[in-house]
C-alpha cells in the first residue's frame, strides 16, 4: 500500500511540475503594445500635472496636453540602453501586479512612443497602481486600455526621469 501512494505522490509531483502558471506581461498587454515600447522609432518621457484639466476645470493648450493632464516636462530618450531600460521596468511593474488597485488616477509619469506613424501614450499612477494606454490600433474602449501594475518598479522610473532632467510633480 506504501508503495502505491508513493507512486501516486511521485506521479502527481511530475504532473504539476509539467503544469505552467503564466502571469507574463504578454498575457497582460497585447502583443501590438509591447513591440511598440521594445522597438519604437522614437520614445519621449513626460513629467504630468496629477491633477487633471477636468478637475480644474480648465482647458489646456494643446501642446500642454497630454490626455487630460497637464505637461510639466518632456524629454526624448535616444539612448537605447535607457529605453530599454524604461520600457523593461514598465512591463515588469505590469507583470508584478498583484491585482490590487486604489480609486484615484494621479499620473506623475507619461510616455509616448511611436512607430511606423502611430502613436502610443501611457499615463501611470503608481499611487493607484494603474496605467491607461492610449493607441488607436487598440480595440479596447475605442483605442484606450486600462492596466495594473505595480509600484515596486517607481522608484528606478522615476529615476531615470529624473536623470533626463525631469521633475516629478509632488505627492
Do not use: W
Amino acid at each position: 500500500m506504501k508503495v502505491v501512494l508513493a507512486s501516486v505522490v511521485a506521479l502527481a509531483l511530475v504532473v504539476l511540475g509539467c503544469v505552467t502558471f503564466r502571469n507574463s506581461v504578454e498575457d497582460k498587454l497585447p502583443t501590438s503594445v509591447i513591440r511598440t515600447l521594445r522597438f519604437p522609432d522614437s520614445l519621449e518621457i513626460l513629467t504630468l500635472d496629477p491633477t487633471s484639466s477636468k478637475e480644474r476645470g480648465t482647458v489646456l493648450p494643446a501642446e500642454r496636453d497630454f490626455h487630460g493632464y497637464a505637461i510639466l516636462g518632456h524629454a526624448p530618450l535616444n539612448d537605447e540602453a535607457t529605453r530599454s531600460e524604461l520600457v523593461e521596468l514598465v512591463l515588469r511593474g505590469v507583470q508584478e501586479s498583484d491585482g490590487r488597485v486604489a480609486a484615484c488616477f494621479n499620473p506623475r509619469h507619461g510616455i509616448r512612443a511611436v512607430k511606423d506613424g502611430k502613436v502610443l501614450d501611457m499615463l501611470i499612477c503608481y499611487e493607484c497602481l494603474q496605467i491607461e494606454i492610449h493607441c488607436a490600433a487598440l480595440e479596447e474602449e475605442k483605442g484606450r486600455l486600462g492596466v495594473l501594475t505595480s509600484s515596486s518598479v517607481e522608484p528606478e522610473v522615476s529615476r531615470l526621469f529624473e536623470a533626463a532632467g525631469l521633475e516629478l510633480a509632488p505627492r
